[in-house]
Nanobody
């Protein structure tokens, strides 16, 4: 069973940066769609960035375009989210996900798994 473990969250000042990591138990990431989602206080889960298998296409939510970058290291079987120019509205629990098919637009993961989440707080 696929397992995902996030790390790298924390408290950062507005304008700062954080890099989230998501270690997976996958044999290879090549056959999975992978992505990051978040749940802000009092809101539903939203898709932040999703990548189709083998990097065919990359989606970013409008709210993070130009500030966040998703990438993976297949040798380490790890997914990353580099977050720059952080804003207070980026405060949320961030989740990684991987599956045969995932969608940021409708927040769905098919035949895959979610991580347990890592808290990111942007505050002065």
């Amino acid at each position: 069973q696929l397992q995902l473990v996030e790390s790298g969250g924390g408290l950062v000042q507005p304008g700062g940066s954080l890099r989230l990591s998501c270690a997976t138990s996958a044999f290879t990431l090549d056959y999975y769609d992978i992505g990051w989602f978040r749940r802000a206080p009092g809101k539903g889960r939203e898709g932040v960035s999703c990548v189709t298998s083998r990097g065919g296409s990359i989606y970013y939510a409008d709210s993070v375009k130009g500030r966040f970058t998703v990438f993976s290291d297949n040798a380490k079987k790890t997914l990353y989210l580099q977050m720059n120019s952080l804003k207070p509205e980026d405060t949320a629990v961030y989740y990684c996900a991987a599956g045969r098919s995932i969608s940021c637009r409708v927040v769905s993961v098919f035949d895959g798994a979610w991580g347990q989440g890592t808290q990111v707080t942007v505050s002065s």
